[in-house]
């Protein structure tokens, strides 16, 4: 046995008595696409806010833009694949989390914005992550009373 065998088999033993070897097989579908046909149709000045949810449904996102606008984000995704994990303790402890909105930035989707009389003003497709960044969505956030004269919120 040479040394580059030798090499490669105490790691491969080191490995095995150590760690843990997963493979998986995935599949996601999230949404689905819109049709050509009626993606032509949702055009910017001939369109309204009713139009479009009756043909596309509930939205994944909505926010407002400023007081004149507001945003309905739609997406999809159909995606297989094979995966191989190799996880080697290094520590005691290991954490691993996963939230919607990184998930969600990786979804091809249309962003529809809308006037404060429920008129589509323009559309943009592409990845969500990319195109809802740019129309300014932002975080929920709390909004505190305000406090009067004797301190009582």
Known sequence: MNSATTCSALLLLSLSSS???RASWSRVDVGR???DEL???LA???TDLTRCLEQLGAPLFVWEISGEEYGLAYGWDHATGWGLNVSIPVSRSVSASVDYESLAQQLHGVVLIFDAHDRLLRKRTGFLGEIVGAEGRRRPAFVEPASTEDGQG
């Open 44 to 46: 910017p000045s001939s």
């Open 19 to 21: 760690s843990c070897v």
């Open 33 to 35: 696409p819109i049709p």
């Open 39 to 41: 993606h032509e149709e």
